[in-house]
């Protein structure tokens, strides 16, 4: 390559090439796609313990597998500090209030779909 058509020298190169790096690695960081309807997240708001944090966490393993229909990570739920006892008793109030449909097998993680208008 020749740097002098840029007027570029090889350590302005190297810092070039060492910042893009390093902001490749900020993409590997997790986050939250949506769009996640709003009304969505205000019912799931409004219902009791845990249901908003269960919430943000199958919207982002619904982001993550970019699928509908997925299997429920107790490791991701256990970082937002939701038990497997809360995470069952949080998909019952979910699903009852027509946010989710969940199917469950013994031995098994359950399986849930959201249900919005947007999904």
């Keep these: ?10 350590p302005e190169l190297a810092s070039i090439r060492s910042q893009t790096h390093k902001s490749r690695k900020n993409l590997k960081k997790k986050f939250l796609k949506g769009p996640i309807p709003l009304e969505w997240l205000k019912r799931a708001s409004h219902l009791s313990g845990k249901a908003l944090q269960i919430s943000v966490c199958l919207w982002f393993l619904k982001g993550v597998h970019k699928k509908n229909t997925v299997a429920l990570s107790y490791k991701l739920l256990e970082e937002f500090g939701v038990s497997r006892s809360t995470a069952y008793r949080g998909l019952k109030l979910l699903e009852a209030e027509g946010l989710i449909k969940v199917s469950r097998c ?3 993680s359950p ?4 249900i919005s208008s947007q999904s």
Excluded: E
């Design 111 to 114: 399986v849930f779909t959201i």
């Design 106 to 108: 013994i031995g098994r």
């Design 1 to 10: 390559m020749d740097l002098k058509i840029y007027n570029i020298t090889k």
